[in-house]
Structure formats: structure tokens, C-alpha cells
């Protein structure tokens, strides 16, 4: 009858659409990280001084923050100061794991990497299976496996 016939292709009208939630619930899901957000009470003693991202040091650790309070954890430089962006992209680690984010605070390639370097020239150097030894208090990386990737986390020849 009508109804039956409406109700089918209402379902079937439905199911891409269906699917297409089910597809994003499940990738979300497997997301190792998640955007991070500060309180809008401690966002309130923050002074952007009119930039749009800044660097906060917050329990050891530095920060880039943007004025609605996403946040993401930088690396700490050789000098003590959040990595910088190259080319667009800083680095962040996530469970032990070094991953590349852009300036507002996406992730752009996921933190799956042991080590890597800062982009230079369309190109950053990474490690799989590497380790930090402390040498006479210098850290130094030793073994591991040694790739260039791009920008899009294509591993070169």
C-alpha cells in the first residue's frame, strides 16, 4: 500500500545517510587523540596581545592556544621553548608518539612516529623503532628505522 511503499523509500533514501554516521562515530572513535580545550575561566588570564595563537607553559609542557581555548601539547626545543612551526607544521607527542599539527590545531599526520625532525624543504626526517639513551647527559637516538616523508605522511624513496 501507500504506506509500506513511502516507509521503503524512506528507509531506503535513509540507509547512505545512515552509514555515513556509522562511518564517522567509528573513525572518531579510533582517534588516539582528541582536541584538548582550557577552561574559559583560565582562558580569561590568558593575553594574546591580538595574535590568534599563542604559546602557554602549563605544568611543564608548552601549549599552543588559540583564543576560543583548543589547545595542543608542542614539543619542548633544544632551548626550552614549543617547537616551531616549519613549514606550517609543529610537532606534538602523544603517548610517547611524535605526530605533526597545523595552526589551528588539527592533526595533520598522527603521532605513530618514534622521532622526527621539523619539515625543511617539503620533507621531515622520521624514526620508527629508534630510542633515546642518555649519553654522559646528552641525549642521543640510537637504531630504529630511518625514512623521509612529505607533507601528506608519504614515506620517499
Known sequence: GFLGD???KFFLL???????????????KE???QANYLSEVYLKTLNFNGFELITVFIDN???????????????MDDN??????KEGLARTKVNGKIGFF??????VLEPIYDFAF??????????????EVDTEGEPMLDGGDWKKINRLGHVLE
Open 102 to 107: 597545523n595552526r589551528s590545531l588539527d592533526m
Open 14 to 28: 535513509s540507509l547512505p545517510f545512515l552509514f555515513l554516521l556509522g562511518c564517522t562515530s567509528t573513525r572518531i
Open 61 to 75: 609542557h608548552w601549549y599552543y592556544v588559540r583564543k576560543d581555548g583548543k589547545s595542543m601539547l608542542a614539543i
Open 80 to 85: 626550552g621553548k614549543a617547537d616551531e612551526f
Open 118 to 131: 621539523s619539515f625543511h624543504n617539503g620533507v621531515a626526517e622520521i624514526c620508527m623503532g629508534c630510542k
Open 31 to 33: 582517534k588516539s587523540y
Open 6 to 8: 513511502n516507509l521503503m
